[in-house]
């Protein structure tokens, strides 16, 4: 199972938009509904921030949003804050019963 | 408050065995999947394997298939994870974490454990 593909890098200035895609396959993003995104800052644990394409656990900021079309999902950062500076993964089910995480993208608030 | 730690972590030769362990608390633990997830040196996150809350079903990624297993013990709150015929690149930091929905997204995450292969 290949790595969905995210690109390396994004950056934005405080206040702007970003949006990071995620791009899979018919077998897994494009398949189902089951695509969730994670914030990592350095040396700690990931953090779920949407899952199932669209869904904010409680507490997320509700800058974070999701969506989806065909084989690449988004995540798309309204507002940027320096907080948001990190490494953001995403992730898909798969038809094999797995679970595969894109390369990781990260972000740069300049 | 859910919690879930890691330990078992070691420097280790190629070919050596490991048994990784993740102690859960704050949630009824029989009632969730859990997965492990991986984090090499500089890299990305990398799923492993998952298993149900009851134990039946168990959840492999292909590059670990044959060489790792996955368990649980309910009764002691605590999930597993045993490495075999470890090779340098499986050094990494490895996570679990406890499954949303089994094998779709992950809710909370233990703070890992790191895993040195090396001669």
């Known amino acids: 199972q290949s790595a969905l593909t995210q690109p390396a890098s994004v950056s934005g200035s405080p206040g702007q938009s970003i949006t990071i895609s995620c791009t899979g396959t018919s077998s897994d993003v494009g398949r189902y509904n089951y695509v969730s995104w994670y914030l990592q800052y350095p040396g700690k644990a990931p953090k779920l921030m949407i899952y199932e394409v669209t869904n904010r656990p409680s507490g997320v900021s509700n800058r974070f949003s999701g969506s989806k079309s065909g084989d690449t999902a988004s995540l798309t950062i309204s507002g940027l804050q320096a907080e948001d500076e990190a490494d953001y993964y995403c992730?898909?089910?798969?038809?094999?019963?797995?679970?595969?995480f894109g390369g990781g993208t990260k972000l740069t608030v300049l | 408050e859910v919690q879930l730690l890691e330990s078992g972590g070691d420097l280790l030769q190629p070919g050596g065995s490991l048994r990784l362990s993740c102690a859960a608390s704050g949630f009824t633990f029989g009632g969730y999947a859990m997965s492990w997830v991986r984090q090499a040196p500089g890299k990305g996150l990398e799923w492993l394997s998952a298993i149900s809350g009851s134990g039946e079903s168990t959840y492999y990624a292909d590059s670990v298939k044959g060489r790792f297993t996955v368990s649980r013990d309910n009764s002691k709150n605590t999930l597993y994870l045993q490495m075999n015929s470890l090779r340098a690149s499986d050094t990494a930091i490895y996570y679990c974490?406890?499954?949303?929905?089994?094998?779709?997204?992950?809710?909370?995450w233990g703070q890992g454990t790191l895993v040195t292969v090396s001669s």
């Open positions: 974490a406890r499954d949303g929905k089994t094998v779709d997204y992950f809710d909370y």
């Open positions: 992730s898909s089910y798969t038809s094999s019963s797995t679970l595969v």
